[in-house]
Nanobody, 111 residues
Framework: QVQLVESGGGLVQPGGSLRLSCAAS????????MAWYRQAPGKQREWVAR???????YYAASVKGRFTISRDNVKNTMDLQMNSLKPEDTAVYYC?????WGQGTQVTVSS
């Protein structure tokens, strides 16, 4: 049974940075594509970024150039470095893998 646990959310001012982390357990981490999603209040959950087993990365247009996804197949972790944050980035961020979701971590961008 795979488990995904996010950490690193918080409150940050516009223009600031945060780094989210997702720790996975329960199966061979390197065999799976990993992704980040987010859900803002009153909106549907949306895809943010994904990373392939070999490390190829893909981003939503809204975050490209500001966010960086990475993974460590030894530590079984995936990170999301978020720079130049905007108020519209405010959301609960979720780690996702092959039908399994983490519990989410809140990111609030506000002055």
């Amino acid at each position: 049974q795979v488990q995904l646990v996010e950490s690193g959310g918080g409150l940050v001012q516009p223009g600031g940075s945060l780094r989210l982390s997702c720790a996975a357990s329960g199966s061979i981490f390197s065999f799976y594509i990993m992704a980040w999603y987010r859900q803002a209040p009153g909106k549907q959950r949306e895809w943010v970024a994904r990373i392939s087993m070999s490390g190829d990365t893909y981003y939503a247009a809204s975050v490209k150039g500001r966010f960086t996804i990475s993974r460590d197949n030894v530590k079984n972790t995936m990170d999301l470095q978020m720079n130049s944050l905007k108020p519209e980035d405010t959301a609960v961020y979720y780690c996702y893998r092959d039908g399994t979701w983490g519990q989410g971590t809140q990111v609030t961008v506000s002055s």
